[in-house]
């Protein structure tokens, strides 16, 4: 029956596990995936996750199916992390939100709904490099996917003037998707103020401003420096499409909490949105999974998790900015690396871009059981006190050739 279904390529990034796995040098390092680990290189399960679950045990809670979008009182907890306390849509009760099978499921229920109800084109314009991920998904959403360009390989930084040109050039009614916090993969961010243009661009040009938030907290620390940009747009009176992931801020990864939302223009109309994403999950999956909604929800409504859980993604984003600047120094004064590595320090959140050459990774991997995607880019929380040096000599060997 399925003699003609030709076989695909292995996932990039998965694939770089396997090989990690394989690998039985004691030095290897897994610079590949994007999940959190610790001083030690180990997973992380927050504390206040810990604590949350045994809340939920022994309030025997049951396991009943959730409602089409989702427990209710996690979703209105999502927004009000997202678009803060004061946000005019939130208060006027014009947010649509449904649980989603962590970021990626948010990511898919909205193009899903672009496709069948937005009243513009149907282009979702995405920025080069993104997560690549979003290329398929946006594909199989039905959407006609373009790009604008974002990185400069030059200044190892944002293009920004490419990016307002393209957007400018950009057919009104398209969509834009925006990283709203630490760029996958490159680790650069608009500044505040450029994020202020862009709104300004996208209200000018009539696009429709799509953001994917999977870092709220884990680039800067803080929650509320990391929501700028989408608080920034709604405050301008833009109305947006809004992907959240508590993958990374809470370590919930495997667990797949997340959650879409849209702002409208009134209670009804919000009503009538939010019936349109009921229909279009209940064919796909039904309902979403009960426990890690339990858990983000006991996190967000109990104020002493939720502080606690406030200060481990906060010392989560601290030991990777620590990681940053330890890298830097080592390549810039120690090791006197040829090139400038300043940008290892500046970029934001999980990933970075380094610069390093296909080739180069490619003898990171074959030479010193280092492992990262070819586009160079690494996963800062996979170094640590006891691995940045030798991490550090194999990039210096690597680039010295
Ligand atoms: N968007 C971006 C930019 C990401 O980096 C990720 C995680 N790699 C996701 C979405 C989705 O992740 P998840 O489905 O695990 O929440």
């Known amino acids: 029956t399925w003699s003609a279904v030709p076989a695909g390529p292995p996932d990039p990034i998965l694939g770089i596990t396997e090989a990690f796995k394989a690998d039985k040098d004691p030095r290897k390092i897994n610079l590949g995936v994007g999940a959190y680990r610790d001083e030690n290189g180990k997973p992380y399960v927050l504390n206040a996750v810990k604590k949350a679950?045994?809340?939920m045990a022994?309030?025997?809670?049951?396991?009943?199916?959730?409602?089409?979008?989702?427990?209710a009182n996690f979703t209105q907890n999502a927004a009000k992390l997202a678009y803060g306390s004061d946000s005019v849509p939130l208060n006027q009760n014009a947010i649509a939100v449904t649980q989603s099978i962590s970021g990626t499921g948010a990511l898919r229920i909205g193009g899903a709904f672009l496709a069948r109800h937005y009243p513009g084109h149907r282009i979702i314009y995405l920025p080069t490099p993104t997560w690549g991920n979003h290329i398929p998904l946006f594909k199989d959403s039905g959407l006609e996917v373009r790009s604008y360009r974002y990185f400069d390989k030059k200044t190892v930084g944002l293009d920004f003037e490419g990016l307002k040109e393209d957007l400018k050039?950009?057919?009104?009614g398209a969509v834009v998707l925006l990283h709203a916090c630490a760029h996958n993969p490159t680790g650069v961010d608009p500044t505040?103020?450029?994020?202020?243009?862009l709104s300004d661009v996208l209200a000018e040009k009539k696009l429709f401003p799509f953001f994917d938030m999977a870092y709220q907290g884990f680039a800067s620390g803080s929650t509320t420096r990391d929501a700028f940009a989408v608080r920034h747009f709604v405050s301008q009176g833009h109305n947006v499409a809004l992907c959240q992931s508590f993958a990374k801020n809470m370590g919930l990864y495997g667990e797949r909490v997340g959650a879409f939302s849209l702002t409208t223009s009134s209670e009804e109309e919000k009503k009538r949105v939010e019936s349109q994403l009921k229909i279009i999950v209940r064919p796909m999956y039904s309902n979403p999974p009960l426990h890690g909604a339990h858990i983000a929800n006991t996190i967000l409504s109990d104020p002493e998790l939720y502080q606690e859980w406030e200060s481990e993604v906060k010392g989560m984003a601290d030991r990777i900015i620590s990681m940053r600047e330890r890298l830097c120094e080592l390549l810039t004064n120690d090791l006197q690396t040829p090139g400038s590595w300043g940008h290892i320090?500046?970029?934001i959140g999980m990933f970075s871009f380094t610069g390093l050459q296909t080739e180069q990774c490619k003898a990171l991997a074959g030479k010193a059981h280092i492992y990262m995607t070819m586009d160079g880019r690494i996963s800062m929380a996979g170094l640590n006190s006891s691995?940045?040096?030798?991490f550090a000599q194999s990039v210096d060997a690597a680039v010295r050739g």
């Open 53 to 55: 679950e045994v809340k």
């Open 58 to 71: 022994i309030a025997k809670l049951d396991k009943e199916y959730l409602p089409i979008t989702g427990l």
């Open 169 to 172: 050039n950009a057919p009104e």
């Open 192 to 197: 505040p103020a450029q994020w202020k243009e």
């Open 345 to 347: 320090k500046s970029q």
């Open 387 to 390: 691995n940045i040096e030798y």
